[in-house]
């Protein structure tokens, strides 16, 4: 990645949240998730998007260290009581 690591993972972070919360996942405390990307000029909104291209370019590059069982059940958990959650709310 050209950018500092910080700024890099800052704006995957942006761009992420942004595309949890179109999904309508919200945070692990049930609170919404912000998507604050809109509020970034458009060429930050994509230099947030590059960024976290980039990161799952190199990611997948390295074979994707970190996957495994465990985490793919936890995150599967997480997300089906999210899921499960905005549905109840649905309801509502």
Same mark, same amino acid.
């Given at each position: 990645?050209?950018? =500092?690591? #910080?700024?890099?993972? @800052?704006?995957?972070?942006?761009?992420?949240?942004? @595309? %949890?919360?179109?999904? &309508?996942? =919200?945070? =692990?405390?049930? !609170?919404? !998730?912000? #998507? @604050?990307?809109?509020?970034?000029? =458009?060429?930050?909104? #994509?230099?947030?998007?590059?960024?976290?291209? &980039? +990161?799952?370019?190199?990611?997948?590059?390295?074979? !994707?260290? %970190? @996957?495994? &069982?465990?985490? +793919?059940? *936890? /995150?599967? /958990? %997480? /997300?089906?009581?999210?899921?499960? *959650? *905005?549905? !109840?709310? #649905?309801? +509502?």
């Amino acid at each position: 990645m050209s950018a =500092p690591a #910080d700024v890099a993972m @800052l704006s995957a972070k942006l761009a992420m949240d942004a @595309l %949890y919360a179109a999904a &309508g996942l =919200p945070l =692990p405390t049930g !609170r919404p !998730r912000l #998507d @604050l990307l809109p509020r970034l000029s =458009p060429e930050s909104q #994509d230099e947030a998007r590059r960024a976290l291209h &980039g +990161i799952s370019a190199e990611w997948n590059a390295a074979g !994707r260290p %970190y @996957l495994n &069982g465990e985490r +793919i059940a *936890k /995150t599967y /958990t %997480y /997300t089906k009581s999210c899921m499960n *959650k *905005k549905e !109840r709310n #649905d309801r +509502i």
